[in-house]
């Protein structure tokens, strides 16, 4: 299986900051025949299932504000929300659809400082 | 607009068997995978299974071979996910969730069911 993992694990940012959050695949999830990374970003609120921000590692879904984007290839990815909004707080999750089984990270707690 | 509306909240005793469902509407339910998620109480998100509608094609996370069983009704558009033998840790929190693409094999999720709460108790 593909090990993903987030870090932080938990991060305060104040309102109007910067967050930024790594995930680390255990191996490459760059497909040669596309040159595309197997990797999305999700956002879940309490209470609430999961919500896709980013697909291809960098393509941000329909709705999501700009503040958020998302980078990385290989092995390395970053997702980062600028100018961090009471809305945002929420626990994020990368997750690898390269290989079976899919495997997410342990996600990183996103709160206001 | 599309939706996945999954079955109610679920009390079970261990041992027990249960299926609980996953009802599609807004698109063409044959050409779009549907994956099953897990998320024990206070825990991260674990990927169980997929299945293509179209021709019932599934395929499993190894962890769960054999203690799962998932299916799809084209008629109805229908997913399903069945236990047999519930344990007390089959209690969490279980989504569907549909392939952002048509006819996808590797593709993230953008449309995802409310979430079933499952709970195994003696």
């Known amino acids: 299986d593909i090990v993903m993992t987030q870090s932080p694990e938990s991060l305060a940012v104040s309102l109007g900051e910067r967050a930024t959050i790594n995930c680390k695949s255990s191996?490459?999830?760059?497909?040669?025949?596309?040159?595309?990374?197997?990797l999305a970003w999700y956002r879940q609120k309490p209470g609430q299932p999961p919500r896709l921000l980013f697909y291809?590692?960098?393509t941000r879904e329909s709705g999501v504000p700009d503040r958020f984007s998302a980078s990385g290839s290989g092995t390395d990815f970053t997702l980062t929300i600028n100018s961090l909004q009471a809305e945002d707080v929420a626990i994020y999750y990368c997750?690898?659809?390269?290989?079976?089984?899919?495997?997410f990270g342990q996600g990183t707690n996103v709160e206001i400082k | 607009e599309v939706h996945l509306v999954q079955s109610g909240a679920e009390v079970r005793k261990p041992g027990e068997s249960l299926k609980i469902s996953c009802k599609a509407s807004?698109?063409?339910?044959?050409?779009?995978?549907i994956g099953w998620v897990r998320q024990m109480p206070g825990k991260g998100l674990e990927w169980m299974a997929m299945?293509?509608?179209?021709?019932?094609?599934?395929i499993y996370s190894p962890s769960l071979q054999g203690q799962i069983t998932i299916s799809a009704d084209r008629s109805i558009s229908t997913a399903y996910l069945q236990f047999s033998g519930l344990k007390a840790s089959d209690t969490a929190i279980y989504y569907c969730?549909?392939?952002?693409?048509?006819?996808?094999?590797?593709?993230?999720?953008?449309?995802w069911g409310q979430g079933t709460m499952v709970t195994v108790s003696s």
């Open positions: 191996q490459s999830v760059l497909s040669d025949s596309n040159n595309e990374n197997f």
């Open positions: 299945v293509y509608p179209g021709n019932s094609h599934t």
């Open positions: 807004g698109y063409s339910f044959n050409n779009y995978r």
């Open positions: 291809w590692a960098s």
């Open positions: 969730a549909r392939h952002l693409t048509r006819d996808s094999y590797n593709d993230a999720f953008d449309i």
């Open positions: 997750q690898q659809y390269y290989n079976t089984p899919r495997t």
